[in-house]
Protein backbone atom coordinates (compact mmCIF):
# COMPACT_ATOMS: atom_id res chain seq x y z
CA UNK A 1 0.00 0.00 0.00
CA UNK A 2 1.25 3.39 -1.26
CA UNK A 3 0.99 6.79 0.42
CA UNK A 4 0.41 8.87 -1.93
CA UNK A 5 0.59 12.05 0.34
CA UNK A 6 3.96 10.94 2.31
CA UNK A 7 7.05 13.75 2.34
CA UNK A 8 9.01 12.91 -1.05
CA UNK A 9 7.21 11.36 -3.46
CA UNK A 10 9.55 11.26 -5.71
CA UNK A 11 12.14 9.48 -4.07
CA UNK A 12 9.90 7.12 -2.55
CA UNK A 13 8.87 5.90 -5.91
CA UNK A 14 12.87 5.77 -6.55
CA UNK A 15 13.05 3.71 -3.40
CA UNK A 16 10.73 1.03 -4.84
CA UNK A 17 12.47 0.84 -8.41
CA UNK A 18 15.68 -0.30 -6.56
CA UNK A 19 13.43 -3.40 -5.10
CA UNK A 20 10.89 -3.73 -7.90
CA UNK A 21 12.91 -2.43 -10.81
CA UNK A 22 13.19 0.50 -13.26
CA UNK A 23 9.44 -0.44 -14.15
CA UNK A 24 6.98 -1.37 -11.95
CA UNK A 25 2.86 -0.83 -11.74
CA UNK A 26 0.88 1.06 -9.21
CA UNK A 27 -2.76 0.27 -8.18
CA UNK A 28 -4.79 3.41 -7.03
CA UNK A 29 -8.23 2.46 -6.82
CA UNK A 30 -9.62 1.55 -10.15
CA UNK A 31 -6.54 3.54 -11.85
CA UNK A 32 -3.08 1.49 -12.98
CA UNK A 33 -0.26 3.63 -12.87
CA UNK A 34 2.86 2.15 -14.47
CA UNK A 35 6.15 4.21 -13.11
CA UNK A 36 9.35 4.16 -15.42
CA UNK A 37 12.15 5.24 -13.67
CA UNK A 38 15.21 4.22 -16.12
CA UNK A 39 16.37 6.97 -19.23
CA UNK A 40 16.39 4.09 -21.59
CA UNK A 41 12.71 3.52 -20.55
CA UNK A 42 11.44 6.91 -20.27
CA UNK A 43 12.84 7.39 -24.27
CA UNK A 44 11.61 4.30 -25.40
CA UNK A 45 8.29 5.29 -24.28
CA UNK A 46 8.15 8.95 -24.73
CA UNK A 47 10.41 9.64 -27.77
CA UNK A 48 10.65 5.82 -29.50
CA UNK A 49 7.04 4.97 -28.86
CA UNK A 50 5.69 8.61 -28.99
CA UNK A 51 2.20 8.32 -30.45
CA UNK A 52 1.26 5.27 -27.76
CA UNK A 53 1.88 7.38 -24.84
CA UNK A 54 1.30 10.96 -25.54
CA UNK A 55 -1.94 11.21 -24.16
CA UNK A 56 -2.65 12.63 -20.79
CA UNK A 57 -4.89 10.99 -18.13
CA UNK A 58 -8.93 12.06 -17.93
CA UNK A 59 -9.44 13.58 -14.88
CA UNK A 60 -13.07 15.46 -13.38
CA UNK A 61 -10.76 17.58 -11.51
CA UNK A 62 -7.89 18.04 -15.01
CA UNK A 63 -10.76 19.29 -16.88
CA UNK A 64 -11.77 22.02 -14.39
CA UNK A 65 -8.82 23.43 -13.89
CA UNK A 66 -7.59 23.36 -16.99
CA UNK A 67 -10.76 25.09 -19.04
CA UNK A 68 -12.23 21.24 -19.87
CA UNK A 69 -9.39 20.21 -21.48
CA UNK A 70 -8.29 23.39 -23.62
CA UNK A 71 -4.81 23.58 -21.85
CA UNK A 72 -1.62 22.14 -23.71
CA UNK A 73 0.00 20.42 -20.83
CA UNK A 74 -3.52 19.01 -19.53
CA UNK A 75 -5.20 18.65 -22.55
CA UNK A 76 -5.13 15.15 -24.35
CA UNK A 77 -3.38 14.02 -27.30
CA UNK A 78 -5.64 15.03 -30.29
CA UNK A 79 -5.67 16.64 -34.07
CA UNK A 80 -6.98 19.60 -32.55
CA UNK A 81 -4.47 19.44 -29.27
CA UNK A 82 -1.68 18.81 -31.69
CA UNK A 83 -2.35 22.35 -33.71
CA UNK A 84 -2.90 24.16 -30.64
CA UNK A 85 0.57 22.99 -29.14
CA UNK A 86 2.07 23.82 -32.77
CA UNK A 87 0.62 27.77 -32.93
CA UNK A 88 2.22 28.32 -29.23
CA UNK A 89 5.13 26.30 -30.46
CA UNK A 90 5.65 28.09 -33.36
CA UNK A 91 4.64 31.99 -31.66
CA UNK A 92 7.16 30.65 -28.74
CA UNK A 93 10.50 30.14 -31.66
CA UNK A 94 9.57 33.45 -33.40
CA UNK A 95 9.72 35.22 -29.69
CA UNK A 96 12.68 33.29 -28.57
CA UNK A 97 14.71 34.36 -31.94
CA UNK A 98 13.69 38.27 -31.83
CA UNK A 99 13.22 39.43 -28.19
CA UNK A 100 14.18 36.49 -25.60
CA UNK A 101 17.69 37.08 -25.54
CA UNK A 102 17.39 40.98 -25.00
CA UNK A 103 14.09 39.93 -22.35
CA UNK A 104 16.27 37.79 -20.10
CA UNK A 105 19.72 39.80 -20.18
CA UNK A 106 17.15 42.88 -18.77
CA UNK A 107 16.11 40.83 -16.20
CA UNK A 108 19.35 39.48 -15.57
CA UNK A 109 20.56 42.82 -14.56
CA UNK A 110 17.46 44.37 -12.81
CA UNK A 111 17.88 40.69 -10.47
CA UNK A 112 21.69 41.95 -10.47
CA UNK A 113 20.55 45.71 -8.83
CA UNK A 114 18.36 43.97 -6.40
CA UNK A 115 20.67 41.84 -5.36
CA UNK A 116 23.45 44.21 -5.04
CA UNK A 117 20.60 46.60 -2.68
CA UNK A 118 20.91 44.03 -0.13
CA UNK A 119 24.00 45.11 0.43
CA UNK A 120 25.69 41.44 1.74
CA UNK A 121 22.81 41.41 4.28
CA UNK A 122 21.67 37.81 4.25
CA UNK A 123 18.82 37.00 2.06
CA UNK A 124 15.96 34.57 0.39
CA UNK A 125 16.32 34.67 -2.46
CA UNK A 126 13.15 32.77 -3.22
CA UNK A 127 10.64 35.71 -4.45
CA UNK A 128 13.75 37.46 -6.64
CA UNK A 129 14.36 34.53 -8.88
CA UNK A 130 10.28 33.80 -9.02
CA UNK A 131 9.97 37.59 -10.01
CA UNK A 132 13.25 37.08 -12.42
CA UNK A 133 11.42 34.19 -13.92
CA UNK A 134 7.90 35.52 -13.99
CA UNK A 135 9.32 38.87 -15.44
CA UNK A 136 10.17 36.84 -18.76
CA UNK A 137 7.14 34.86 -19.24
CA UNK A 138 4.92 38.25 -18.96
CA UNK A 139 6.99 40.08 -21.41
CA UNK A 140 6.35 37.51 -24.05
CA UNK A 141 2.74 36.81 -23.44
CA UNK A 142 1.13 40.15 -22.01
CA UNK A 143 4.29 42.34 -23.39
CA UNK A 144 4.94 43.63 -19.73
CA UNK A 145 7.12 43.32 -16.63
CA UNK A 146 6.58 44.21 -13.53
CA UNK A 147 8.37 44.92 -9.96
CA UNK A 148 8.82 42.66 -6.98
CA UNK A 149 6.25 45.32 -4.92
CA UNK A 150 3.43 44.49 -7.69
CA UNK A 151 0.37 43.88 -6.08
CA UNK A 152 -0.57 42.72 -9.51
CA UNK A 153 2.03 40.11 -10.45
CA UNK A 154 1.91 39.04 -6.40
CA UNK A 155 -2.11 38.45 -6.91
CA UNK A 156 -1.67 36.30 -10.10
CA UNK A 157 1.02 34.16 -9.09
CA UNK A 158 -0.55 33.85 -5.30
CA UNK A 159 -3.67 32.36 -7.37
CA UNK A 160 -1.57 30.08 -9.81
CA UNK A 161 0.78 28.78 -7.09
CA UNK A 162 -3.04 28.28 -4.76
CA UNK A 163 -4.39 26.64 -8.10
CA UNK A 164 -1.23 24.07 -8.93
CA UNK A 165 -1.26 23.31 -4.90
CA UNK A 166 -4.93 22.36 -3.91
CA UNK A 167 -5.28 20.58 -7.26
CA UNK A 168 -1.95 18.57 -6.30
CA UNK A 169 -4.08 17.87 -2.52
CA UNK A 170 -4.98 14.77 -1.72
CA UNK A 171 -8.35 16.06 -0.81
CA UNK A 172 -8.76 16.89 -4.88
CA UNK A 173 -7.12 13.81 -6.13
CA UNK A 174 -9.46 11.70 -4.04
CA UNK A 175 -12.52 13.11 -6.09
CA UNK A 176 -11.06 12.10 -9.49
CA UNK A 177 -10.30 8.23 -7.91
CA UNK A 178 -13.65 8.09 -5.19
CA UNK A 179 -16.69 9.92 -7.86
CA UNK A 180 -19.04 9.07 -4.78
CA UNK A 181 -16.89 11.75 -2.86
CA UNK A 182 -18.12 14.50 -4.93
CA UNK A 183 -21.76 14.41 -3.64
CA UNK A 184 -20.08 15.57 -0.16
CA UNK A 185 -19.11 19.22 0.81
CA UNK A 186 -15.01 19.86 0.38
CA UNK A 187 -14.03 23.01 1.34
CA UNK A 188 -10.60 22.72 -0.57
CA UNK A 189 -12.25 21.49 -3.50
CA UNK A 190 -14.54 24.90 -3.35
CA UNK A 191 -11.58 27.25 -3.07
CA UNK A 192 -10.23 25.34 -6.10
CA UNK A 193 -12.90 26.12 -8.01
CA UNK A 194 -12.89 30.09 -7.09
CA UNK A 195 -9.36 30.01 -7.57
CA UNK A 196 -9.68 29.00 -11.30
CA UNK A 197 -12.33 31.72 -11.60
CA UNK A 198 -10.17 34.43 -10.11
CA UNK A 199 -7.16 33.26 -12.76
CA UNK A 200 -9.53 33.56 -15.66
CA UNK A 201 -10.55 36.53 -14.91
CA UNK A 202 -7.05 37.99 -13.82
CA UNK A 203 -5.79 36.40 -17.23
CA UNK A 204 -8.27 37.75 -18.91
CA UNK A 205 -7.88 41.94 -17.72
CA UNK A 206 -4.15 41.66 -18.35
CA UNK A 207 -4.84 39.94 -21.91
CA UNK A 208 -7.90 42.64 -22.85
CA UNK A 209 -4.97 45.71 -21.16
CA UNK A 210 -2.29 44.31 -23.72
CA UNK A 211 -5.24 44.26 -26.11
CA UNK A 212 -5.22 47.58 -25.84
CA UNK A 213 -1.98 48.82 -25.52
CA UNK A 214 -1.15 46.86 -28.39
CA UNK A 215 1.81 44.98 -26.91
CA UNK A 216 0.39 41.73 -27.56
CA UNK A 217 3.84 39.86 -28.78
CA UNK A 218 3.07 35.81 -27.89
CA UNK A 219 -0.82 36.74 -29.36
CA UNK A 220 -0.16 38.83 -31.98
CA UNK A 221 1.72 35.53 -33.49
CA UNK A 222 -0.83 33.84 -32.66
CA UNK A 223 -3.94 33.80 -34.69
CA UNK A 224 -7.02 35.58 -33.78
CA UNK A 225 -9.96 34.21 -32.76
CA UNK A 226 -8.79 31.62 -30.79
CA UNK A 227 -9.85 32.77 -27.34
CA UNK A 228 -9.82 29.68 -25.38
CA UNK A 229 -6.66 28.32 -26.33
CA UNK A 230 -4.75 31.78 -26.20
CA UNK A 231 -6.63 32.36 -22.92
CA UNK A 232 -5.10 28.84 -21.85
CA UNK A 233 -1.72 28.66 -23.89
CA UNK A 234 -1.15 32.04 -21.02
CA UNK A 235 -1.90 29.63 -18.39
CA UNK A 236 0.43 26.98 -19.42
CA UNK A 237 2.70 29.49 -20.25
CA UNK A 238 2.96 31.43 -16.57
CA UNK A 239 2.85 28.31 -14.85
CA UNK A 240 5.12 26.05 -16.85
CA UNK A 241 7.69 28.76 -16.97
CA UNK A 242 8.01 30.89 -13.80
CA UNK A 243 8.42 28.24 -10.64
CA UNK A 244 10.54 25.91 -12.40
CA UNK A 245 12.86 28.40 -13.58
CA UNK A 246 13.16 30.06 -10.01
CA UNK A 247 13.35 26.83 -8.36
CA UNK A 248 15.99 25.29 -10.77
CA UNK A 249 17.93 28.67 -9.74
CA UNK A 250 17.70 28.88 -5.83
CA UNK A 251 19.07 24.51 -6.28
CA UNK A 252 21.70 26.17 -7.87
CA UNK A 253 22.96 28.56 -4.85
CA UNK A 254 21.83 25.65 -2.99
CA UNK A 255 24.45 23.41 -3.81
CA UNK A 256 27.12 25.70 -4.22
CA UNK A 257 27.05 26.91 -0.63
CA UNK A 258 28.29 22.95 -0.63
CA UNK A 259 30.94 22.96 -2.42
CA UNK A 260 32.19 26.81 -3.14
CA UNK A 261 35.37 25.28 -4.93
CA UNK A 262 33.13 24.91 -8.22
CA UNK A 263 31.33 28.13 -7.53
CA UNK A 264 35.21 29.75 -8.20
CA UNK A 265 35.68 27.51 -11.21
CA UNK A 266 32.88 28.89 -12.91
CA UNK A 267 33.91 32.19 -12.26
CA UNK A 268 37.35 31.61 -12.98
CA UNK A 269 36.32 30.04 -16.40
CA UNK A 270 33.59 33.14 -16.85
CA UNK A 271 36.56 35.50 -16.66
CA UNK A 272 39.10 33.64 -18.49
CA UNK A 273 36.89 33.23 -21.48
CA UNK A 274 34.64 36.32 -21.68
CA UNK A 275 37.23 38.76 -20.35
CA UNK A 276 35.05 41.29 -18.46
CA UNK A 277 32.41 41.20 -20.97
CA UNK A 278 28.73 40.25 -20.10
CA UNK A 279 27.75 36.38 -21.47
CA UNK A 280 26.21 35.63 -24.51
CA UNK A 281 23.93 32.29 -25.31
CA UNK A 282 26.19 31.70 -28.07
CA UNK A 283 29.16 31.28 -25.32
CA UNK A 284 27.70 28.60 -23.93
CA UNK A 285 29.54 26.29 -26.19
CA UNK A 286 32.90 27.62 -24.64
CA UNK A 287 32.06 27.26 -21.25
CA UNK A 288 32.26 23.68 -20.32
CA UNK A 289 31.84 24.80 -16.53
CA UNK A 290 29.26 26.71 -16.36
CA UNK A 291 27.64 24.21 -18.60
CA UNK A 292 28.54 21.20 -16.77
CA UNK A 293 27.09 23.30 -13.27
CA UNK A 294 23.54 23.39 -15.31
CA UNK A 295 23.34 19.83 -16.10
CA UNK A 296 24.40 18.94 -12.33
CA UNK A 297 21.91 20.84 -10.90
CA UNK A 298 19.15 19.43 -13.84
CA UNK A 299 20.25 15.96 -12.86
CA UNK A 300 20.08 16.34 -9.35
CA UNK A 301 17.05 18.14 -8.94
CA UNK A 302 14.51 17.60 -11.93
CA UNK A 303 12.40 20.38 -11.35
CA UNK A 304 9.66 18.70 -12.15
CA UNK A 305 10.68 15.42 -10.66
CA UNK A 306 7.90 13.27 -11.83
CA UNK A 307 6.80 15.25 -15.07
CA UNK A 308 3.04 15.12 -15.80
CA UNK A 309 1.05 11.83 -15.94
CA UNK A 310 1.29 10.63 -19.57
CA UNK A 311 -1.79 7.86 -20.86
CA UNK A 312 -1.53 4.88 -22.92
CA UNK A 313 -3.56 5.78 -26.19
CA UNK A 314 -3.46 2.39 -27.69
CA UNK A 315 -2.26 -1.07 -26.66
CA UNK A 316 1.74 -1.10 -25.87
CA UNK A 317 4.88 -2.54 -24.62
CA UNK A 318 7.28 -0.84 -22.59
CA UNK A 319 10.79 -3.25 -22.33
CA UNK A 320 8.49 -6.26 -23.17
CA UNK A 321 5.79 -5.68 -20.85
CA UNK A 322 2.66 -5.58 -21.87
CA UNK A 323 0.99 -1.80 -21.55
CA UNK A 324 -2.95 -1.93 -22.06
CA UNK A 325 -4.30 1.48 -23.37
CA UNK A 326 -5.46 3.66 -20.77
CA UNK A 327 -2.53 2.65 -18.89
CA UNK A 328 -1.31 5.74 -16.62
CA UNK A 329 2.32 6.23 -17.36
CA UNK A 330 4.72 8.21 -14.64
CA UNK A 331 8.05 9.12 -15.90
CA UNK A 332 10.01 9.38 -12.64
CA UNK A 333 12.80 11.77 -14.38
CA UNK A 334 14.07 12.13 -10.24
CA UNK A 335 14.39 8.20 -10.33
CA UNK A 336 16.42 8.10 -14.08
CA UNK A 337 19.12 10.64 -12.90
CA UNK A 338 19.70 8.73 -9.92
CA UNK A 339 19.65 5.56 -11.51
CA UNK A 340 23.29 3.67 -10.18
CA UNK A 341 23.44 2.04 -13.38
CA UNK A 342 24.73 4.93 -15.00
CA UNK A 343 25.48 7.36 -12.70
CA UNK A 344 28.33 6.89 -10.58
CA UNK A 345 27.54 8.45 -7.23
CA UNK A 346 24.28 9.28 -8.46
CA UNK A 347 23.41 11.10 -4.84
CA UNK A 348 26.67 13.66 -4.92
CA UNK A 349 26.83 17.20 -6.58
CA UNK A 350 29.54 16.39 -9.06
CA UNK A 351 29.26 18.71 -12.00
CA UNK A 352 33.15 17.22 -13.22
CA UNK A 353 31.04 14.47 -14.18
CA UNK A 354 29.94 16.04 -16.92
CA UNK A 355 32.92 17.20 -18.30
CA UNK A 356 34.65 13.97 -18.23
CA UNK A 357 32.39 11.75 -20.14
CA UNK A 358 29.51 14.56 -21.89
CA UNK A 359 28.03 12.21 -24.38
CA UNK A 360 26.77 8.85 -22.41
CA UNK A 361 26.02 11.68 -19.73
CA UNK A 362 23.95 13.85 -21.64
CA UNK A 363 22.10 10.93 -23.42
CA UNK A 364 21.08 9.85 -19.84
CA UNK A 365 19.77 13.48 -18.77
CA UNK A 366 16.27 13.81 -19.24
CA UNK A 367 14.72 16.82 -17.38
CA UNK A 368 12.50 18.32 -19.89
CA UNK A 369 10.69 15.19 -20.93
CA UNK A 370 10.84 14.04 -24.62
CA UNK A 371 8.84 13.52 -27.67
CA UNK A 372 5.75 14.56 -28.38
CA UNK A 373 5.10 16.30 -25.04
CA UNK A 374 8.45 17.43 -24.51
CA UNK A 375 8.16 20.80 -22.34
CA UNK A 376 7.41 23.67 -24.24
CA UNK A 377 9.71 25.76 -23.14
CA UNK A 378 12.39 24.05 -23.21
CA UNK A 379 14.54 26.52 -25.44
CA UNK A 380 12.75 29.12 -23.31
CA UNK A 381 14.49 27.47 -20.02
CA UNK A 382 17.70 26.32 -21.35
CA UNK A 383 18.33 29.86 -22.92
CA UNK A 384 16.87 31.72 -18.93
CA UNK A 385 18.75 29.00 -17.07
CA UNK A 386 22.70 29.59 -18.70
CA UNK A 387 22.29 33.41 -19.10
CA UNK A 388 21.01 33.99 -15.26
CA UNK A 389 23.41 31.74 -13.96
CA UNK A 390 26.29 32.78 -15.85
CA UNK A 391 25.31 36.80 -14.97
CA UNK A 392 24.87 35.74 -11.21
CA UNK A 393 28.32 34.08 -10.82
CA UNK A 394 30.39 36.57 -13.00
CA UNK A 395 29.03 39.15 -10.86
CA UNK A 396 28.87 37.58 -6.88
CA UNK A 397 29.92 34.96 -4.96
CA UNK A 398 27.60 33.33 -2.84
CA UNK A 399 28.20 32.65 1.02
CA UNK A 400 26.82 30.56 3.65
CA UNK A 401 25.11 32.84 6.41
CA UNK A 402 26.90 30.85 9.05
CA UNK A 403 28.95 27.51 10.20
CA UNK A 404 28.46 24.32 8.39
CA UNK A 405 24.85 23.72 9.89
CA UNK A 406 23.87 27.10 8.47
CA UNK A 407 23.87 25.40 4.97
CA UNK A 408 20.43 24.31 3.26
CA UNK A 409 18.94 21.21 3.28
CA UNK A 410 19.19 19.55 0.02
CA UNK A 411 16.62 17.03 -0.30
CA UNK A 412 13.86 19.48 -0.88
CA UNK A 413 10.27 19.68 -1.08
CA UNK A 414 8.18 17.32 -3.93
CA UNK A 415 5.16 18.68 -5.16
CA UNK A 416 4.68 19.24 -8.99
CA UNK A 417 7.86 21.26 -8.51
CA UNK A 418 10.41 20.13 -6.41
CA UNK A 419 11.70 23.11 -4.45
CA UNK A 420 14.27 23.87 -2.01
CA UNK A 421 13.48 24.02 1.82
CA UNK A 422 13.55 28.26 2.51
CA UNK A 423 17.73 29.56 3.13
CA UNK A 424 19.19 32.45 3.41
CA UNK A 425 22.39 33.30 1.58
CA UNK A 426 25.02 36.24 1.62
CA UNK A 427 25.59 37.41 -1.79
CA UNK A 428 29.05 39.27 -2.11
CA UNK A 429 29.65 41.44 -5.26
CA UNK A 430 32.32 40.15 -7.16
CA UNK A 431 35.58 42.89 -7.36
C1 LIG B 1 6.01 20.34 -19.60
C2 LIG B 1 10.33 20.46 -17.35
C3 LIG B 1 10.52 25.28 -17.91
C4 LIG B 1 6.27 25.14 -20.23
C5 LIG B 1 7.16 19.99 -18.91
C6 LIG B 1 7.48 18.64 -18.51
C7 LIG B 1 8.68 18.67 -17.89
C8 LIG B 1 9.14 20.04 -17.89
C9 LIG B 1 9.44 17.49 -17.32
C10 LIG B 1 6.56 17.42 -18.70
C11 LIG B 1 6.91 16.66 -19.95
C12 LIG B 1 6.04 15.42 -20.07
O1 LIG B 1 4.84 15.50 -19.89
O2 LIG B 1 6.60 14.36 -20.33
C13 LIG B 1 10.74 21.78 -17.27
C14 LIG B 1 11.97 22.24 -16.64
C15 LIG B 1 12.02 23.60 -16.79
C16 LIG B 1 10.82 23.99 -17.52
C17 LIG B 1 13.01 21.33 -15.97
C18 LIG B 1 13.06 24.61 -16.32
C19 LIG B 1 14.09 24.34 -15.59
C20 LIG B 1 9.43 25.63 -18.66
C21 LIG B 1 9.21 26.95 -19.20
C22 LIG B 1 7.99 26.91 -19.84
C23 LIG B 1 7.47 25.57 -19.72
C24 LIG B 1 10.18 28.14 -19.06
C25 LIG B 1 7.26 28.01 -20.58
C26 LIG B 1 7.78 29.05 -21.11
C27 LIG B 1 5.83 23.84 -20.23
C28 LIG B 1 4.56 23.40 -20.81
C29 LIG B 1 4.49 22.01 -20.64
C30 LIG B 1 5.72 21.63 -19.95
C31 LIG B 1 3.51 24.30 -21.47
C32 LIG B 1 3.38 21.06 -21.11
C33 LIG B 1 3.79 20.43 -22.45
C34 LIG B 1 2.77 19.42 -23.00
O3 LIG B 1 2.01 18.83 -22.26
O4 LIG B 1 2.76 19.22 -24.23
N1 LIG B 1 8.20 20.83 -18.53
N2 LIG B 1 10.07 22.86 -17.77
N3 LIG B 1 8.38 24.82 -19.01
N4 LIG B 1 6.50 22.75 -19.73
FE1 LIG B 1 8.33 22.81 -18.85
Request: proline letters at 6%; hydrophobic letters at 40%.
Amino acid sequence: MLDLTRGHLPSHLTSLARCYGSIYRLRCGKTTMVVLSSAQMIREALVKKWPDFAGRPHSYTGDLVSGGGFSISLGDYSEEWKMHRRLVHSALQRCCAQSLHAVIERQALTLRQVILDYKESPVDLSKDFTVAASNVITSLVFGKEYNKSSAELQRLHDCLNEIVSLWGSPWISALDTLPLLRRFPNPPFSRLLKEVERRDELIRSHLQDCKVSQQIDLQNQVVNGLSTQVHMAVVDLLIGGTETTAAWLYWMVAFLLHRPEVQFNVYNELCTVLDSRYPRYSDRHRLPCTSALISEVLRLRPVAPLAVPHRATRDSSIAGYFIPKDTIIIPNLYGAHHDPDVWDDPNTFKPERFLEDKGASTRALVPFGGGARLCLGESIAKMELFLFAAYLLRDFQFLPTGNKTSLPDLKGVASVVLKAKPFHVIVRPRP
